[in-house]
């Protein structure tokens, strides 16, 4: 049997770790490739984010405002990176996030995300994970709300 032949899924506790950025760099590649060939973790890798406890939720959003939705708005202007984790991609992405609510985001970025994906958003101390609802051309970016399912503070690493 040759060695290509093997094809070793990543254990759950390191798709865990892939999503919140803790993954060791050494590892990072190694499953970022397995995970853009294998359908099956990719649905995996989806489905560890529903994991994540209660107590890592974080609340977004203090203030209130005259926005018409279901959920006040509130603006802000903080760079965020995005990733597609369904369908996968290894990619990163810089943008802003332009303004949140309890459960949701409105980002500009610079490529286009289509309905329906599934996305890594990285912020400050946090990572939000949610699907991209509506996606429109706007000038050299592109808006997109994103209705969030989850969101894990991230503890410094000192």
Same mark, same amino acid.
């Given at each position: 049997?040759?060695?290509?032949?093997?094809?070793?899924?990543?254990?759950?506790?390191?798709?865990?770790?892939?999503?919140?950025?803790?993954?060791?760099?050494?590892?990072?590649?190694?499953?970022?490739?397995?995970?853009?060939?294998?359908?099956?973790?990719?649905?995996?890798?989806?489905?560890?984010?529903? %994991?994540?406890?209660?107590?890592? +939720?974080?609340?977004? @959003?203090?203030? *209130?405002?005259?926005?018409? &939705?279901? $959920?006040?708005?509130?603006?802000?202007?903080?760079?965020?990176?995005?990733?597609?984790?369904?369908?996968?991609?290894?990619?990163?992405? %810089?943008?802003?996030?332009?303004? +949140?609510?309890?459960? @949701?985001?409105? *980002?500009?970025?610079?490529? &286009?995300? $289509?309905?329906?994906?599934?996305?890594?958003?990285?912020?400050?101390?946090?990572?939000?994970?949610?699907?991209?609802?509506?996606?429109?051309?706007?000038?050299?970016?592109?808006?997109?709300?994103?209705?969030?399912?989850?969101?894990?503070?991230? &503890?410094?690493?000192?």
């Amino acid at each position: 049997m040759s060695s290509d032949a093997v094809f070793l899924h990543p254990h759950d506790q390191d798709l865990g770790l892939y999503l919140l950025e803790r993954l060791p760099k050494e590892s990072l590649s190694a499953i970022e490739a397995h995970l853009a060939k294998c359908g099956v973790c990719d649905q995996r890798l989806a489905h560890e984010i529903s %994991s994540f406890s209660a107590s890592g +939720v974080a609340q977004l @959003g203090t203030a *209130l405002t005259g926005e018409m &939705r279901k $959920e006040p708005r509130y603006k802000t202007d903080e760079v965020v990176s995005l990733q597609t984790l369904n369908p996968f991609s290894p990619d990163r992405h %810089s943008g802003r996030l332009a303004d +949140v609510s309890r459960s @949701g985001m409105k *980002l500009q970025i610079p490529v &286009r995300v $289509e309905c329906g994906t599934l996305i890594k958003i990285g912020l400050k101390n946090m990572i939000a994970f949610g699907e991209v609802r509506y996606c429109v051309p706007v000038g050299d970016v592109f808006h997109f709300g994103v209705q969030v399912s989850q969101t894990v503070q991230l &503890r410094s690493q000192e």
